[in-house]
C-alpha cells in the first residue's frame, strides 16, 4: 500500500528525528502525555515512573518522598522523620516530645512517660536523668524532683520523698541526706515531703 501520510506517536512513545520508522519509548522517570510528540518530560519531583513508555508519573506514596526531577523510583523517610501525604519531595521531622524509629513511617510517635525528646527528627527519646522525672507524654523536657523529693533512677514517672530520718532542701535531688546529729525526721505517712529536719526537744537527743 503507498504512503500516503504519517502517523503520530501515541501517547507514552515519541519520535525524535525526521525519517523515523518507528516510535521511541520514553525512558524511566520520564512520560509523554500528548500524541506525535518529539520529546518527553522527566517527572516532577513527588512523582516517579519506573516503566518506559508511559503517558504519566505517578505521586509517591504516603511515608516515602523524592526530591528530583525524572525519579524512577522514590525514597524512605528516613528514621525520626514522617510523611502523611502522598506526591511530596520530602519528610517531615518528628517535633520536640516525639520520635520515629523506622523509616518509611507515616506518623511519629509520642515520647512515653518518665522520657523526653528536646530536638526536631528524633529516632529515639531520652530517660529523664536522675532528680528529675516527667509524667507526661510528648514532652521536651523533664522536671526536676522538688525540695523533699528525690529520684536515684533513670527514666521515671514521679520522685519520691524522704524516707525517716533524711531530708533534703534542694530541687532536683538523687538523694536525701542523713539528718545531722541533734535533730530528727519521724515517718509520718509515705507523702510527707521533708525539706528540713526538727531539733531534738530538751531532754532528747539524737
Known amino acids: 500500500a503507498a504512503n500516503t501520510s504519517c502517523i503520530a506517536c501515541e501517547a507514552g512513545p515519541y519520535s525524535n528525528t525526521m525519517n523515523a520508522t518507528q516510535c521511541l519509548s ?15 518530560t522527566l517527572c516532577a519531583v513527588g512523582r516517579y515512573q519506573p516503566y518506559k513508555g508511559k503517558d504519566n508519573c ?24 514522617y510523611q502523611d501525604e502522598v506526591g511530596k519531595q520530602i519528610c517531615n521531622r518528628c517535633a520536640q516530645g516525639y520520635f520515629q524509629a523506622l523509616t518509611e513511617s507515616i506518623v511519629c510517635n509520642v515520647c512515653p512517660i518518665g522520657q523526653f525528646s528536646d530536638v526536631h527528627g528524633a529516632d529515639a527519646c531520652s530517660p ?49 541526706l542523713l539528718c545531722p546529729a541533734g535533730r530528727y525526721h519521724a515517718i509520718s505517712n509515705s507523702t510527707t ?8 526537744s530538751k531532754g532528747y537527743f539524737q
Do not use: W
Open 26 to 40: 520514553c525512558p524511566e522517570g520520564q512520560f509523554q502525555e500528548n500524541p506525535g510528540s518529539s520529546n518527553c
Open 58 to 81: 505517578m505521586k509517591c506514596g504516603s511515608g516515602r518522598f523524592s526530591a528530583v526531577h525524572g525519579a524512577q523510583g522514590c525514597v524512605a523517610c528516613p528514621q525520626g522523620q
Open 128 to 176: 529523664c536523668p536522675k532528680g528529675s522525672f516527667q509524667d507526661e507524654q510528648g514532652k521536651a523536657k523533664c522536671k526536676l524532683c522538688a525540695a523533699g523529693k528525690f529520684q536515684s533512677a533513670d527514666g521515671q514517672g514521679n520522685c519520691l520523698v524522704c524516707s525517716g530520718g533524711r531530708y533534703i532542701n534542694t530541687n532536683g535531688a538523687t538523694e536525701c
Open 193 to 200: 515531703v521533708v525539706t528540713k529536719c526538727d531539733a531534738c
